[in-house]
T-cell receptor, first 114, second 114 residues
């Protein structure tokens, strides 16, 4: 079965420190992977996506993620957190062998302390 | 302005009421989606429409009735709902049935069923 697991339901960092949000996937096929962000009372917005090109993907607002096939991981990182990064982050996998159906992780809530 | 507009943003209804949620996209997409977002649960795909035709119904109870009159508009008609249906309902759109995984979300309609 294909799935995606976000290893932390909540992450808290101080402003200016690095951010690491962890995501592992399970797939028998080459997946496409995405990170979406949801700010309070807003819809989801695409941060970045991996579609079998470069394994290190850069997204908006200074975020990046690295696809590691050997570890089946797609962790999201940012060198220095900003207060405006506080939001819910979703790791998503899409499976072309299932008609492009998206599978969402349960989300990681990121808190940023001053 | 995300390009996907949902109305109303907030809705409170009794279990015997009939109401509708509306979604409109201004992005020229040909696929539209309804998702349900409940607290502490992954996003649940409810319905998918491609070129106005319903292509997926994810075992949604019949008290939720979608309608897609054209590629730009999507409705979710609600009747005799249950308190457990209280959630954020998100509309999204994409190109070509969502195979690239890039969805554009509205800000959601927060539904409370009393």
């Amino acid at each position: 079965a294909q799935s995606v697991t976000q290893l932390d339901s909540h992450v808290s960092v101080s402003e200016g420190t690095p951010v690491l949000l962890r995501c592992n996937y399970s797939s028998s096929y080459s997946p496409s992977l995405f990170w979406y962000v949801q700010h309070p009372n807003k819809g989801l917005q695409l941060l970045l996506k991996y579609t079998s090109a470069a394994t290190l993907v850069k997204g908006i607002n200074g975020f990046e993620a690295e696809f590691k096939k050997s570890e089946t991981s797609f962790h999201l990182t940012k060198p220095s957190a900003h207060m405006s990064d506080a939001a819910e982050y979703f790791c998503v996998v899409t499976l072309y062998n299932q008609g492009g159906k998206l599978i969402f992780g349960q989300g990681t809530e990121l808190s940023v302390k001053p | 302005e995300t390009g996907v507009t949902q109305t109303p943003r907030h809705l409170v209804m009794g279990m015997t009421n009939k109401k509708s949620l509306k979604c409109e996209q201004h992005l020229g997409h040909n696929a539209m989606y309804w998702y349900k977002q409940s607290a502490k649960k992954p996003l649940e795909l409810m319905f998918v429409y491609n070129f106005k035709e319903q292509t997926e119904n994810n075992s949604v109870p019949s008290r939720f009735s979608p309608e897609c009159p054209n590629s730009s508009h999507l409705f979710l008609h609600l009747h005799t709902l249950q308190p457990e249906d209280s959630a954020l309902y998100l509309c999204a759109s994409s190109q070509a049935g969502g195979g690239t995984g890039e969805l554009f979300f509205g800000e959601g309609s927060r539904l409370t069923v009393l």
